[in-house]
């Protein structure tokens, strides 16, 4: 697993780029008793389908195998040779175990009621997201529950961290580009100054979750980018801005789009300027099944002892994630949030996203005579 993890770290891809590393873990299941489709999504994921020997449910466990638009600068022999790209947060640990542990239930088919898909996604990173193309294509019509993992450095060394109900924060994009009309700085009443526009709708935007959505509600609206350089005595004839807004409900997301959508009107009213707004929600929120959820965790908490101390419920995390996409096409469906693993391996650190940890949750076959899993944990530290 770990030269698995090392080799897919030092040979990242960018989300739909990932054609090296969809090959490599094609490669990794040929010559073995299962079904491989590629190319499947719109991109290079991979559904390899394993046949249980005996009757039962389709499960599907997905990873997923791109990495991020970052510079590498730790020195290690296994860093990233690819310029400007790194897996800095943990797909490659995602992918490692994902293969190992698929390569045990192969081994352990004729004893496996029913059939396991392993789902090799691409372009996580980029929404809306590889899931969403798989999940269009129909080849898990046919699953009954899917099961992921998403791996954070929050949690301390063995523990693993869910939640039931809402867990991850849906996400929308918006774009605007506010045409004014520019001038000569001695001379604004000539001019319409679109930085002077641009900068109320930043402020407003600022009270749609404070006065707007139900304080009980989560939400948040950032403005990231605020394109209006130029001349220091020069009136900016155009802005454009960038921003996205996260949410835990798609009521949340409708209120804060319709919100966004009276502002800008309301801008262009009051400063005579024209708004181009793009707004686009391109992902959902994550929804684990309670149901399902509640029975992962009796399974886990079955699984205590010196390798796992902890199994805790964590609070509801404001990033995203592409999964949801699969968890609004099957309802029986779970995402583990963390899981913190035991051995301790080389610490790195980079310039460019410091204190990461990457956490594994993968399964071990025994060794000859009595077959068996057992859940074995990993850390590596950035």
Known sequence: ????????????????????????????YQGKDVEILREVGGGHGLIVTIHGGKPGKTIALRADFDAL????????PF??????????????????????LADCLIQLKEEIPGTIKIVHQHAEETPPGGAKGIVESGLLDDVDQIFGIHLFPTAPA???????????????????????????????HVANDAIVAASHFVIAAQTIVS?????????????????????????????????????????????????????????ESMFGVTVELTYTADLPPV???????ANVVKYLDKGKGDYLS??????MMSGSEDFAYYLEKI?????????????????ISTTTRNSISMKILTCRCQGSGRSGVRILRVRVSY
């Open 1 to 28: 697993m770990v030269e698995i993890r090392r080799h897919l770290h030092a040979h990242p891809e960018l989300s739909f780029h990932e054609e090296a590393t969809s090959q490599y873990i094609a490669d990794f």
């Open 69 to 76: 638009p970052i510079t590498e600068e730790t020195g290690l």
């Open 79 to 100: 860093a990233s040779k690819n310029l400007g790209v790194m897996h800095a947060c943990g797909h490659d640990g995602h992918t490692a175990y994902l293969m190992v």
């Open 158 to 188: 063995g523990v693993v961290n869910y939640r039931s109900g809402y867990s991850m924060a849906g996400r929308s994009y918006f774009k605007l580009i506010i045409q004014g009309r520019g001038g000569h700085g001695s001379s604004p």
């Open 211 to 267: 006065r707007r959505l139900n304080p009980f509600d989560t939400g948040v609206v950032t403005i990231g980018s605020f394109d209006g350089k130029g001349s220091f005595n020069v009136i900016k004839d155009s802005v454009t801005l960038e921003g996205d807004a996260r949410y835990m409900t798609k009521e949340s997301q409708q209120l804060i789009g319709q919100e966004i959508h009276r502002i800008v009107n309301g801008i």
């Open 287 to 293: 929804y684990n099944d309670p149901e399902i959820t």
């Open 310 to 315: 902890v199994v805790a419920e964590a609070p």
């Open 331 to 347: 309802r029986a469906a779970s995402s583990i949030l963390a899981a913190c693993l035991k051995i301790q391996m080389k610490s």
